[in-house]
């Protein structure tokens, strides 16, 4: 009867640890940019092998006037069982949409996206552009290396979205001032 309760104990609590990290988590309202005069929000929609980012510029403080979001899309190594620890991401698609006319002109200008022809409120693909957006996507396939730390509702990125590693040996650590807050659905 013992080992029963054991056996039972130690499945729901190998269960819930492997449930602490899927969820849609979303960050505050962050400045950024030169002189940190813009701002920016982050959201995270993470399953058992799967990562969904999408990165959000807005003009001026506050995250009030959007324009421009980047949507990624990345298989993962799902931690099992950790509450902390290494997290690889294999970037999928990684698309951007420009919702400015300023900000169109000007990547335009200094053909920050090389010869694409960007328009209002088009995506368009830019994993692998290094000089594309608010900060370069690796190309497909490509692995990323990042650490994560869960703890309660709050999961936290080393690098995800500014910094992008790409050697191991170089994984970033827990230094993004950058927390997520996962998404809990209310009750009727």
């Not at 005069?37 to 001026?60: A, M, N, P, T």
């Not at 300023?102 to 409120?121: A, I, P, V, W």
């Amino acid at each position: 009867m013992l080992r029963i309760q054991i056996l039972l104990l130690s499945l729901f609590f190998s269960f819930s640890i492997f449930a602490l990290l899927p969820g849609e988590y979303s960050s505050n309202c962050f400045p950024h940019g030169e002189g940190l005069k813009d701002s920016f929000q982050s959201s995270v929609l993470v399953s058992e092998e799967r990562f969904e980012g999408k990165f959000i510029l807005f003009e001026g403080p506050g995250c009030k006037k959007s324009v421009l979001t980047v949507d990624f899309t990345a298989e993962m190594n799902f931690p099992e069982e950790k509450e902390f620890g290494p997290l690889d991401l294999r970037v999928g698609k990684a698309f951007m949409v420009v919702m400015d006319e300023k900000l169109r002109q000007e990547f335009m200008m200094r053909s920050l996206c090389g010869d694409l022809q960007l328009e209002l409120y088009v995506p368009f693909e830019i994993q692998g552009l290094q000089k594309c957006g608010p900060f370069p996507v690796p190309a497909s396939g490509t692995l990323v290396y990042d650490y994560f730390k869960k703890e309660g509702h709050d999961f936290s990125l080393g690098g995800y979205p500014l910094l992008w590693i790409l050697d191991e040996n170089r994984r970033p650590a827990l230094t993004s001032r950058i927390v997520y807050r996962k998404k809990v659905p209310h009750s009727n």
